[in-house]
């Protein structure tokens, strides 16, 4: 099967009529709301569930979707990596980890958090082209998935250069799309409609 060829799905999101209160309120996690507030599946809603499948799949387990999207939340959120950093990191995770669902699902949300889509070419062909911060990053992020770690020296830049608490989201939101990726192409999540491709290698 090539990169770009789909798995085959072995786990389906939720129905709408499979969606209950633990299921509204773990999705209510990821959007600050309590679970009676969340948009009932099929209500076409812009919130509504049956538009994010990878909230539907993460559902089908309750209370690890409510546990995971917490951690999650904060991450995207409310930490302290800034949205350009984190989403390159992402990006470069789905192409080394030949993500196709997470390089169209990010592509989306990097352009939407300011990244030029011309960087976003750039780092699907390497490092080459960035600079400073991006560049430290994108080399933490390569020796992470290389070697399972970040090299001293790299560390000792990363937290001159982000600060401590942002160098540690950036080894938790690499390891944390690591793990989803795999999870989702274990599952078969195939890429939203209209998504970027990923591309080759």
Not at 81 to 103: G, M, N, T
Not at 107 to 112: H, K, M, N, P
Not at 168 to 179: C, P, S
Request: without cysteine; aromatic residues 8%.
């Amino acid at each position: 099967m090539s990169d770009e060829s789909a798995a085959r799905q072995t786990l389906a999101p939720l129905a709408a009529d499979q969606w209950g209160d633990a299921e509204y309120a773990a999705f209510g996690v990821l959007l600050g709301i309590p679970g009676e507030k969340v948009p009932r599946a099929g209500s076409g809603h812009t919130l509504d569930p049956l538009k994010f499948d990878i909230i539907g799949v993460l559902a089908r387990h309750p209370g690890l979707a409510q546990a995971f999207l917490t951690f999650n939340g904060f991450l995207l959120r409310r930490g302290e990596l800034s949205p350009r950093l984190r989403e390159l990191a992402i990006l470069r995770v789905a192409h080394i980890r030949r993500s196709a669902f997470f390089w169209g699902e990010h592509t989306r949300l990097a352009v939407d958090s300011g990244v030029p889509e011309q960087d976003i070419a750039r780092l699907a062909g390497g490092n080459e082209g960035f600079s400073g911060t991006d560049l430290l990053t994108l080399e933490a992020t390569d020796e992470m998935l290389a070697d399972g770690r970040v090299d001293g020296g790299t560390w000792e830049r990363l937290v001159a250069s982000l600060d401590t608490h942002a160098a540690m989201e950036l080894i938790f939101v690499v390891g944390t799309y690591t793990m989803l990726a795999m999870a989702f192409q274990t599952w078969g999540l195939a890429p939203p409609p209209g998504s970027a491709p990923l591309p080759r290698t």
